[in-house]
């Protein structure tokens, strides 16, 4: 039982901090194509 809430606390943030990155470069992109290409690689690394 306590394995349960342990992966369910640590997915919590992963799955939140996913969309956030891609939310973000995905805005700047709309205002500047070459910047996008350059946000996700450096995010990537």
């Known amino acids: ?3 349960q809430p342990q992966p ?3 997915s919590n943030p ?3 901090s996913r969309p956030v990155v ?3 470069p ?3 992109g709309t ?3 070459g910047l996008r290409g350059n946000y996700p690689p450096k995010k990537s690394n």
């Open 14 to 16: 992963q799955p939140r």
């Open 31 to 33: 205002q500047s194509g």
């Open 1 to 3: 039982m306590s394995k």
């Open 8 to 10: 369910r606390s640590r």
């Open 26 to 28: 995905s805005k700047t």
């Open 22 to 24: 891609p939310a973000l």
